[in-house]
């Protein structure tokens, strides 16, 4: 009697059991079903990948952003099949990524070629998932073609602009330099014109800085930025750089460390680095009347920090400040475009080396870069 009693309690459990098994079934097929679903229909090119980026399954946006018919036309053949050689790198990291690093995400930008030889550009997720104990990437593909040819035709536009403004802005910042130097040494010039024109020499210097970031900014999205490495004393560039500091005489420049060591670096690149985070430290933190220039040798690179004592950046700010155009207050009187820590962070990342800050409100900011030894 007992036994039968507990083989029903036994069935009873296994009905149990297998009403939820089957419950979970039908929701996994519920998941899966509606997953098919949204990958099919989906507007954006969908595509699942395996760890040596051969697509196991697309949608059909994708076989008709490729310029293909079928599903079949596509799937078993890789990614680098439909990337120009140029681009075939992008692959690579995406790869090294998600299978190397198992970065959860990856996003990147590249472009495709369709089948009539046309080139596609794309803005691409990757995400890893898990089946049946293999990892896959599944892969969102958004065409960015029009937006990609408006950002070049911009990009040629500031290119064009910025090289026809240089020439003659920096002729007038010389012309009116040496005016104001004329008619500072004239006893009985009207002071009022005299200030008008020095005003006049400021803003065009203003000027010229803004139109040196863009013309920058431009050879830089060209990809042309190329260094011209030499051995140099880094006390000859801190002073070059400061002399103009030196000669208003409302700031002192304190030295901290070896300046007389030597890096193998860009000159004149490195120059620009530095002159851009002085003259930050005088156009954001006006108050710091002492700027400190310190060098410290690291095991593997010289750390070059330039401190002011100033107001400080809050810190929600502090992760965008090497982003392009990132100002943290667009009104001030002396902001520029915005552009001046981006061009340092991309010199400094050409000579591999790192570039950071570290910012308290109410005590100061120490903007600081490393040259690899
Ligand atoms: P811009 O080229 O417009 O001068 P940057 O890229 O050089 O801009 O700097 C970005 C922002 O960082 C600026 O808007 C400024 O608010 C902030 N910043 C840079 N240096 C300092 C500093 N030493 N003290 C406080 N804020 C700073």
């Given at each position: 009697?007992?036994?039968?009693?507990?083989?029903?309690n036994q069935?009873?459990?296994?009905?149990?059991?297998n009403?939820?098994?089957?419950s979970?079934l039908?929701?996994?097929k519920?998941?899966?079903?509606?997953f098919?679903?949204?990958?099919e229909?989906?507007?954006?090119?969908?595509?699942?990948?395996?760890?040596?980026?051969?697509?196991?399954?697309?949608?059909?946006?994708?076989?008709?952003?490729?310029?293909?018919?079928?599903?079949e036309?596509i799937?078993?053949?890789?990614?680098l099949?439909?990337?120009p050689?140029?681009?075939?790198?992008?692959?690579s990291?995406?790869?090294?990524?998600l299978?190397e690093?198992?970065?959860?995400?990856?996003?990147?930008?590249?472009?495709?070629c369709?089948?009539d030889g046309?080139?596609?550009?794309?803005?691409v997720?990757?995400?890893?998932?898990n089946?049946?104990?293999?990892t896959f990437?599944?892969?969102?593909?958004?065409?960015?073609?029009?937006?990609?040819?408006e950002?070049?035709?911009?990009e040629?536009f500031?290119?064009v602009?910025?090289?026809e403004?240089?020439?003659?802005?920096?002729?007038?910042?010389?012309s009116?330099?040496l005016?104001?130097?004329?008619?500072?040494?004239?006893?009985?010039?009207?002071s009022?014109?005299?200030k008008?024109?020095q005003?006049?020499?400021k803003?065009?210097?203003?000027?010229?800085?803004?139109v040196?970031?863009?013309l920058n900014?431009?050879n830089?999205?060209?990809g042309?930025?190329t260094?011209?490495k030499?051995?140099?004393?880094?006390s000859?560039?801190?002073?070059?750089c400061?002399?103009h500091?030196?000669f208003?005489?409302?700031y002192?420049i304190?030295?901290?460390?070896?300046?007389?060591?030597?890096?193998v670096a860009?000159?004149?690149?490195?120059?620009?680095?530095?002159?851009n985070?002085?003259?930050?430290?005088i156009?954001?933190a006006?108050?710091?009347?002492?700027?400190t220039?310190k060098?410290d040798?690291?095991?593997?690179?010289?750390?070059?920090?330039?401190?002011?004592?100033?107001?400080?950046?809050?810190?929600?700010?502090?992760?965008?400040?090497?982003?392009?155009y990132?100002q943290?207050?667009k009104?001030s009187?002396?902001?520029?475009?915005?552009?001046?820590?981006y061009?340092?962070?991309?010199?400094i990342?050409?000579?591999e080396?790192?570039?950071?800050?570290?910012s308290e409100?109410?005590k100061?900011?120490?903007?600081?870069?490393?040259i690899?030894?």
């Amino acid at each position: 009697m007992d036994n039968t009693k507990s083989l029903n309690n036994q069935i009873k459990k296994l009905k149990e059991e297998n009403r939820k098994l089957q419950s979970e079934l039908s929701e996994k097929k519920h998941g899966e079903n509606k997953f098919r679903t949204i990958f099919e229909t989906s507007k954006l090119g969908n595509k699942i990948i395996s760890p040596d980026l051969v697509i196991i399954e697309v949608n059909p946006a994708l076989v008709t952003l490729l310029g293909y018919k079928k599903k079949e036309d596509i799937i078993g053949t890789k990614i680098l099949d439909y990337s120009p050689e140029d681009h075939q790198k992008h692959w690579s990291i995406l790869q090294k990524e998600l299978w190397e690093k198992e970065t959860p995400y990856f996003n990147l930008e590249t472009c495709l070629c369709r089948k009539d030889g046309t080139i596609v550009w794309v803005h691409v997720t990757s995400v890893l998932f898990n089946d049946g104990g293999k990892t896959f990437g599944y892969t969102l593909l958004e065409d960015i073609t029009k937006q990609y040819k408006e950002k070049i035709k911009k990009e040629e536009f500031i290119s064009v602009a910025s090289h026809e403004l240089k020439t003659p802005i920096t002729t007038m910042k010389a012309s009116l330099q040496l005016m104001n130097r004329m008619i500072s040494n004239e006893k009985n010039f009207p002071s009022k014109i005299l200030k008008l024109s020095q005003e006049a020499e400021k803003y065009t210097s203003k000027l010229s800085h803004l139109v040196g970031d863009l013309l920058n900014l431009s050879n830089f999205e060209q990809g042309e930025m190329t260094l011209n490495k030499t051995k140099f004393k880094l006390s000859d560039l801190i002073d070059e750089c400061c002399s103009h500091i030196r000669f208003e005489g409302k700031y002192t420049i304190i030295h901290k460390g070896n300046h007389a060591i030597e890096v193998v670096a860009d000159k004149y690149k490195i120059d620009q680095v530095l002159v851009n985070l002085v003259n930050n430290a005088i156009k954001y933190a006006p108050e710091s009347t002492e700027i400190t220039i310190k060098v410290d040798s690291l095991k593997k690179a010289h750390r070059i920090s330039v401190i002011d004592t100033g107001k400080g950046i809050p810190a929600e700010n502090i992760p965008h400040l090497f982003e392009r155009y990132y100002q943290v207050n667009k009104r001030s009187k002396t902001a520029g475009l915005g552009l001046g820590l981006y061009i340092s962070a991309e010199i400094i990342r050409v000579h591999e080396g790192e570039i950071g800050v570290k910012s308290e409100l109410g005590k100061g900011s120490t903007f600081w870069f490393t040259i690899p030894k």
